[in-house]
């Protein structure tokens, strides 16, 4: 579990403090809700979240609202648990009646499924990024800003090809839904991309003794490891024993594993580790991202990739809710769905570094980036890369 700082425990205490002074909502106000994690495991996450959202939804209000309507973001800490996050949900939709929500887990999205196509009445994407949720017909008023864990396997391994036809490859994941999400399918993409998958092992989340799997790699002699299911431990274990024993094998992550600060935490064990980010980083300058000024000016210390993600969120739905009022259309789980699904070549502002669209539940592009530890930073490895929808 990361510790919070004292500046983290702060900025925890002012969101909290947010989230209790939110103003009743007024006639016309389009509301965000959310269920974050502001506490807990996944609290490096929640904070930045909260804040990508929120600033985001600031600049909106700033400029006059959406068609004169201002956003409001109510939202309350779940410690990442799903029942309080529940709670969360029911509390804020009978308070606020929420066009827009953001969820906090998987486990989340799948089980307040249901009660969101029951009432009709919002749209909801959240820090998922699980393969079954994208899935229109199954889930068809949820998304996710960015590609699912499949599709970013899928990026991984098109890089993969591309470097070095009939490279091999190994996976690493967790024992856990989240660990074991794109393990199957990526293999057979693998095969069609004419790589070799010469390894799959398997092991607890978290810091662990991983000796006898580092033995197994060592054996299986990969030119890329691709670890998944994991925010950092026991990534920095792996890499620091099988450089140990001379291994030369690339070693990639997934989304969240990505945070430059995290990544920079590993010292010198970072060095050339690389992975999928859909987003370019806080202090990425290359090329066009007035969107990335903003926030920069708008916080000039580093902002997570959690942070991105909710911007990026926050953004596409208030796009939703703007071409929904532009057709004169009340604000409904379909209509809005409809809406973000119309968005096609959309300028994010150089979030994402290429035009983006929305025809289902997913945004399958993504950018290899490696970890310069001389820079202290996560720098372009590979062009954005689209996958096929």
Same mark, same amino acid.
């Given at each position: 579990?990361? *510790?919070?700082?004292?500046?983290? #425990? ?13 103003? %009743? ?43 004169? *309507? ?22 804020? /939709? ?12 998987? %486990? ?38 960015? &590609? ?31 660990? *074991? ?20 092992? /398997? ?32 990534? &920095?274990?792996?890499?620091?024993? %099988? ?19 995290? /990544? ?13 980010? &859909? ?10 991202? @007035? ?8 916080? @000039? ?18 796009? %939703? ?9 009340? #604000? ?26 929305? &025809? ?6 993504? *950018? ?11 720098? @372009? ?9």
């Amino acid at each position: 579990m990361l *510790r919070l700082s004292r500046r983290g #425990l702060g900025a925890l205490a002012l969101a909290a403090g947010m989230a209790a002074a939110v103003p %009743a909502k007024a006639a016309d106000d389009i509301v965000l809700g959310g269920s974050i994690p502001m506490t807990g495991v996944f609290a490096f996450a929640g904070i930045g979240i909260q804040a990508g959202i929120s600033d985001y939804l600031k600049i909106v209000n700033d400029a006059g609202g959406v068609k004169g *309507r201002k956003v409001r973001f109510a939202f309350e800490d779940t410690a990442y648990k799903v029942d309080a996050s529940v709670a969360v949900f029911n509390k804020i /939709v009978a308070q606020d009646k929420p066009n827009l929500y953001y969820g906090d887990s998987t %486990a989340f999205s799948k089980t307040i499924n249901p009660e969101l196509e029951r009432s009709g009445q919002m749209i909801m994407a959240g820090a998922s990024f699980a393969t079954e949720l994208n899935d229109p017909k199954k889930y068809p008023l949820q998304f996710m800003a960015g &590609p699912d864990y499949t599709e970013m396997f899928g990026i991984l391994l098109r890089y993969i090809a591309k470097e070095k036809p009939g490279a091999k490859v190994a996976f690493v994941n967790s024992d856990t839904e989240f660990g *074991r999400d794109p393990i199957a399918t990526s293999e057979k993409k693998a095969v069609e991309l004419g790589l070799k998958v010469v390894e799959k092992i /398997v092991t607890p989340p978290g810091s662990v003794d991983v000796s006898t799997e580092v033995l197994k790699l060592r054996r299986s002699a990969p030119d890329y490891t691709i670890f998944h299911g994991y925010v950092m431990a026991p990534i &920095p274990e792996f890499i620091a024993q %099988a450089k140990q024993m001379g291994m030369t094998s690339k070693f990639m992550g997934t989304f969240w594993s990505m945070d430059n600060s995290m /990544v920079q935490k590993m010292g010198e064990l970072a060095d050339g580790f690389m992975g999928v980010m &859909p987003y370019r980083y806080y202090y990425d300058e290359d090329g066009n991202a @007035p969107m990335l000024a903003k926030i920069r000016q708008m916080r @000039p210390e580093y902002q997570s990739t959690p942070y991105m993600q909710g911007f990026l969120t926050a953004m596409l739905m208030v796009e %939703a809710a703007k071409r929904t009022l532009d057709k004169g259309e009340p #604000l409904t789980g379909k209509t809005l769905k409809a809406a973000l699904n119309s968005i096609k070549d959309f300028d994010t502002g150089g979030i994402i570094g290429v035009p983006i669209s929305v &025809p289902g539940n997913s945004i399958p592009v993504g *950018r290899i980036y490696k970890a310069d530890v001389q820079k202290k930073l996560m720098v @372009p490895a590979s062009d954005w890369i689209k996958l096929e929808q």
